[in-house]
């Protein structure tokens, strides 16, 4: 295929705005989010349980599960991953305990935090590093 | 609307009263990323379900936000008190504005 000159320019430009784009979804980094989740409070290490799997062959769908006794909130980030946030949990009045489990995607090998706002509005966080065989983003 | 979205739910039939009960969901959607790239080159749009709930008896027992990074046919497990006797009520929020719900009744004996 032959281009003309200005058809080049389009292409181009065409080129340059998908170049553009990944840097624009890299956006929510996982620093921002506690900072928006917390509103700057201090987070204390600990005090709650991040349940992962230390190597997890297929990042598509990796199980992991947090407890975290007295916790109102809890939001689970992937720090490596294109956007960070993965979920947020919110207990209710008749929630049995502060536990659940769910299966994530993990794009590489990385660390998955959770962070949990508790009653009295204190927060706390855990983490955990996952190996990651084969990237769950696609691609 | 996604295709083939079928909830399933597993709950105790009968429980003691106050009794904590544990119980699984899952959901099958494809929650596409938004990340992936089709045969034609161009990325696939983001459909995934946002946000899922449980209730019982009308009082929330748990609200979750998902993200993209929530996997295919989303699984959840998470524990419940069961007071009396009633209904719990599974809600799923689709990113195209569809509901899916399930229900479940229990007895308390």
Redesign the interface.
Known sequence: MIFSRRELLIVGAGASLTMALPIMTHAATSDELIATFTGGAAVAEGGITLTAPEIAENGNTVPVSIDAPGASEVLILATGNPNADVATFKFGPLAGSFVASTRIRLAKTQDVVAIAKMADGSFASAKSTVKVTIGGCGG | MAEDVKPRVKVPKTAAAGE???IKTLISHQME?G???GKDGNLIPRSIINRFTC??NG??????????????N????????V?ASGEFKFTWYDDDGSVYEDTKAITVN
């Open positions: 904590v009960i544990t990323s990340q992936r790239k209730d019982f009082e929330n027992v748990i609200d979750v936000v998902l993200e993209p990074a929530i996997s295919t989303p699984y959840f497990e998470f524990d419940a008190k007071p």
